[in-house]
């Protein structure tokens, strides 16, 4: 049995944004759980 990629891409407008949600203490955890599900998706930075 093959497993199916995810090519699905958070975009960096959305990074950023659930970046700041989980750096604000006041954020729930709801709306911390879903900002770090959308910034997995985004690929990893290059190194230079």
């Given at each position: 049995?093959?497993?199916?990629?995810?090519n699905?891409?958070t975009?960096?407008?959305?990074?950023?944004?659930a970046?700041k949600?989980?750096?604000?203490?006041r954020s729930?955890?709801?709306?911390?759980?879903?900002?770090?599900?959308?910034?997995?998706q985004r690929?990893?930075?290059?190194?230079?």
């Open positions: 049995m093959s497993r199916k990629r995810n699905e891409v975009s960096k407008r959305a990074a950023s944004a970046s949600v989980l750096r604000d203490p729930s955890k709801a709306a911390k759980t879903a900002a770090a599900s959308a910034l997995t690929p990893n930075r290059k190194k230079r």
